[in-house]
RNA sequence: GGCGCUAUCGUCUAGGGGUUAGGACGGAAGAUUCUCAAUCUUCAAACCCGGGUUCGAUUCCCGGUAGCGCUACCA
């Protein structure tokens, strides 16, 4: 058996904002990527911009990843041999291998402005050639550069991109080459003596011995002044896999615009981590046979593939997620559901901060009956309106019930509905509502639709929802209760639907 | 402008030199339920265009077109 250096993947994500469903799909990729190969998986924080990074972004990331149900072998908050693991802290490090590349006559100092610069990629664009550098500083002699650089003429440190074409190998697109010419030499540090992204990526994978580089396609054009660079480094060059990019419906790169995008977001509407992971690894990649829909963690660590990734940029689609969250949400345990949804009730103030024991059981038992009414928990509290926020006068108004409430049939139902509900002294239960139901079935004649419509319209306000069999007691149980708004009981809601029928 | 990447139902995708081009979301219809949702069944829906290679291309090659990305002393 040969024995391959062991697999070493990273995600590096830049602490600058919320962990959006992008990254989020790149790091899935890493991770799955890093468990099925018994191989180590390492998180970086590339916060070499220190104007847009904060620590709490950092914070935020790490908890989002955890959430999804991701963890990592080294990173800043676990340690590791090969860190530090904040950019940050790694300053000496790139510093230490840009003197060398420039020792070893590999890198040159450059005196050139930005006002060169834009003149000759003006110049480059008029003449239809390509945006390179002009490579005027490759030419002064080290030595005069470097005393330049001392007496305090400012110097950015670029690389010597070869004269023949660079070609690298990517897991998800084969082989990709790129001619000399079309590539400029790059900044690997500027003349304030800050080092380039394109550059510190290169130093860290290297040193941090990355063998697969995972990371979204918009770093193709990037690579081969990375591939550069690790040769001129004298470090191996690691495999890549360029992820496609997620866009939205218009085929745009999928932004805020198109609504929710980071992990937090999708986290506060209610999305299950689980249907959230499933649907990104969904995106861009698909099961042999291609049949297959829904994997745990533990599924995808064993059916995912690179080699299966499609090249192709995906568009973000709502509506599937949806069914994935719908898919697990009706497969959940209740007790958790439950714990997850609370919160929409109080932020809805429909109950307690602390609700005791009845209102806990009867809230479990609204969830139980609404959760398969909804794409995600937020929605939940407004789902449960027939309950919490009753009112006969928009019951009436409403442009839908009205032809029912006025035809005749309608009419003799509410009717007769009504008499009995007051008649009977007491609560009602399952079982003494369909009793009712029955005789106002029997007196005016009427079944189904024509039965049923109007008498969900008197007690829910619409002529729609879950059974009434399970409707009722709810109602009723909520009525006796002490909550922040009372629950109307079913006499309560007949009434009022009666004197409010009463005036037009 | 230059360079690169991409191209199968509306969307995510499977497939692959000869197939009734498969699955899923969404859509439509039906069954079921008091209604709605759920569920089940059925249906509609695709190989970007043009050349080549080949007995035969949706599949391989080239070109076009379109979309996206990079083209920074951003990451």
Redesign the pocket.
């Known amino acids: 058996m040969t024995s391959r250096p062991t697999v070493r993947v990273r995600f ?3 602490p ?1 904002g919320l962990l959006h469903v992008g990254n989020a799909r790149t790091a899935l990729f890493n991770w799955l990527f890093a468990r099925q190969e018994k191989g180590a998986n390492i998180l970086r924080i ?4 220190v ?3 904060e620590a709490r972004h950092e914070t935020q990331l790490i908890e989002d990843l955890r959430w999804l149900g991701m963890d990592w072998d080294e990173g800043p908050d676990v340690g590791g041999n090969l860190g530090p693991y904040r ?1 940050s802290d790694r300053m000496e490090i790139y510093h230490r291998y840009a003197e060398q590349l420039l020792d070893e006559h590999k890198a040159y100092l ?5 006002e060169e ?2 003149r ?2 003006k110049h ?10 002009s490579g005027k500083c490759r030419a002064l002699d080290p030595g005069e550069g470097k005393r330049r650089r001392a007496g305090g003429e ?3 440190i ?1 690389l010597k991109i070869p004269e023949h074409p660079i070609r690298f190998h ?1 897991i ?8 000399s ?4 030499d ?2 690997i ?4 003596g ?8 290169v130093v860290d994978d290297a040193l941090m011995k990355i063998t697969h580089v995972i990371r ?9 002044k990375q591939v550069a660079l690790y040769e001129a480094l004298g470090f191996a060059v690691p495999e890549f896999a ?1 992820l ?2 997620i ?1 939205g ?5 999928l932004s805020k615009r198109h609504g929710a995008t980071s992990i937090a977001q999708f986290r506060e509407m209610g999305i299950l981590p689980e249907a959230l992971v499933n ?1 990104l690894a ?12 829904t994997f745990t963690l533990k599924e995808l660590i064993k059916e995912f593939s690179l080699e ?17 969250n ?2 697990y949400l ?1 497969s959940a345990d209740q007790q958790r559901v439950a714990t997850l949804s609370l919160p929409y009730f109080q932020a809805a103030r429909l109950v307690s901060e602390n609700p005791g024991a009845d209102e806990q059981e009867w809230l479990n038992k609204i969830i139980g009956l609404l959760v ?3 794409n995600r928990l937020d929605e939940i509290s407004e789902k449960s309106n027939f309950l919490f926020r009753y009112d006969a006068q928009t019951a009436i108004a409403k442009e839908d019930n009205r032809p029912l409430l006025q035809s005749e049939a309608g009419q003799k139902v509410v009717a007769a509905f009504a008499k009995k509900v007051q008649a009977s002294s007491n609560g009602f239960s399952a079982e003494s509502f369909k009793s009712i ?1 029955n005789e106002v079935k029997n007196e005016t004649g009427t ?3 024509d ?3 109007p ?2 319209i008197v007690v829910t306000g ?10 009722i007691p709810l109602i009723e149980t909520g009525s006796r209760l002490v909550l922040p708004q009372h629950v109307m009981s079913v006499r309560e809601r007949v009434s009022a639907f009666q004197s409010a029928w009463g005036r037009p």
């Open positions: 590096a994500p830049s600058t590339e916060d070499t911009d104007e847009r990074s950019q450059c005196f050139c402005t930005a610069l834009e000759e990629r480059a664009a008029e003449q239809h050639l390509p945006q390179v550098y400012p110097a950015a670029r990517d998800v697109r084969g082989d990709v080459t790129f001619e010419e079309s590539v400029s790059p900044i540090v500027r003349s304030s800050m080092p380039v992204y394109n550059y510190v990526v979204g396609d918009d770093h193709l054009s990037n690579t081969p360029h496609s990019t866009l419906p218009d085929r745009e790169r649907y969904l995106l861009g990649w698909a099961p042999t046979g291609g049949t297959r829909e299966r990734v499609t090249p192709s940029p995906a568009i973000f689609d709502f509506e599937k997620l949806y069914w994935l719908r898919h009706k398969p009414y909804v139901i079944k189904g639709k039965l049923f419509h008498v969900r619409s002529h729609s929802g879950p059974d009434f069999d399970r409707v």
